[in-house]
């Protein structure tokens, strides 16, 4: 069996970057197997493309630029991305599209399948990775496997799944003139989707917030909020019809016992807009509670983890902790932390 130096676990963002750098750091690329079921730019490709970007055309094209293995300015393919106004957001497809060239070109170069990772296990100081139907060795692995929305649990509602009504075209075949819709959350995401269901002509709309609305402020060197702030158009919606006089079919009130006791029996359906969790991981073999240091991604002797499921955790300069999700920011943090794993044993 062969064995690889490196393999990498999922193929979206994180994995292709995470991809790129390896090669960028001198591990030749037939030495690196890479592991996803449909290998099309994980979530941000499939689920979520139809939805706006939070971040700029601009940073979208460094990262495209910043991985000499990515060849980028060899793509015989005019990208509408690369025509789009650098300052402003896009469509997550824009970005999308580029990326598939990516993939592809580093797939020509690496060794992939396109399975699922199913379990881990150590022996030899070697990782055995256990595919669908498929075994392969790899001295280091790396997780890039992504993260799926968190729910709560009102089983009298009919949920609305997130990534549809994140989506303006898709919410649509889900409501009916007399429906009341809770949303639960006040995040970037529950925002965009009391904007679409506004936008779509919902009936009535009871958003179940816990926090107030924060937006991202650009300053000079750096960005308040950068991760958790509202952006955009998201943003410039919020404060026009959130921050003044709400439109007349929605409500807002505070997600507390008394209130969802009050408002939850008046409606119907339900989107619940409350954060990501880590997608489950493939089990991991004489390893308990998996932890992660979220300074640097390492998790174990030569396992380590990127991207949503696993992002850096970073104090920014008026000493907030923040967990660093964007690509970018993953294109950034890989630059820093590659040349540590490659000396970190397994
Ligand atoms: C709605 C939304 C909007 C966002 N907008 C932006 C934005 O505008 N700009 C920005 O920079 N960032 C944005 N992000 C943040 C972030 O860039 C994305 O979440 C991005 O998709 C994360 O990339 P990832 O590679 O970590 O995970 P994913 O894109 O989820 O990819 C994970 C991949 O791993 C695969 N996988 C999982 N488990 C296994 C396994 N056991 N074996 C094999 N394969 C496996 C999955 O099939 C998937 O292909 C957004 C996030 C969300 C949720």
Redesign the pocket.
């Known amino acids: 069996m062969t064995t690889y130096q490196w393999a990498v ?8 970057a995470t991809v790129g750098k390896l090669i960028d750091e001198g591990i030749p690329p037939r030495e690196i197997a890479w ?4 290998f ?6 499939t689920i ?1 493309r139809n ?5 700029t055309v601009k ?2 094209l460094k990262f495209l630029h910043a991985s000499p293995a990515f060849a980028y300015q060899t793509c015989p393919h005019d990208f509408a991305l690369n025509q789009a106004n650098p300052d402003e ?1 896009c469509v ?1 497809e824009r ?1 999308a599209e580029p990326l598939r060239w990516v993939t592809e070109h580093l797939q020509k170069q690496v060794q992939a399948f396109y ?4 379990e881990l296990a150590m022996t030899n100081r070697h990782w055995q990775v256990q595919l669908k139907n498929n075994k392969i060795t790899a001295k280091n692995v790396v997780l ?4 799926e929305p968190e729910t709560l649990y009102y089983p009298t509602l009919s949920i609305i799944p997130l990534q549809d009504a ?1 989506d303006k075209l898709n919410i649509q075949h889900h409501i009916n003139k007399e429906d009341t819709i809770a949303v639960f959350g006040s995040s970037h ?1 529950a925002i965009l989707v009391l904007r679409n269901l506004i936008e779509t002509h919902a009936n009535r709309i009871i958003n179940f917030y816990r926090s107030p609305l924060r937006y991202a402020v650009y300053l000079k060197e750096w960005i308040l909020f950068d991760d958790t702030g509202l952006k955009g158009s998201t943003a410039k919606w919020a404060r026009d019809y959130l921050d003044g006089t709400l439109p007349p079919q929605l409500e807002r009130v505070y997600s507390n016992d008394e209130n969802i006791e009050h408002y939850l029996p008046q409606c119907n359906k339900v989107v619940y807009a409350v954060g ?1 969790k880590r ?4 089990s991991i073999k004489n390893i308990g509670h998996l932890n992660y240091i979220e300074q640097c991604g390492i998790i174990a002797p030569g396992l380590f983890g ?4 696993f992002p850096e955790a970073k104090y920014n300069p008026i000493g907030v902790l923040e967990h660093r ?6 294109m950034d943090y890989l630059q820093r932390v590659v040349p540590i794993w490659l000396h970190y044993p397994a």
């Open positions: 676990i999922g193929a979206g963002p994180a994995g292709i592991i996803d079921p449909q099309n730019v994980g979530d941000f490709g979520w939805v706006p970007s939070n971040t940073l979208f957001t997550l970005m399975s699922v990772a199913e890039a496997i992504g993260a994140m995401s990501f997608r489950l991981l493939p990127v991207g949503i499921a999700v964007g690509l970018w920011k993953f």
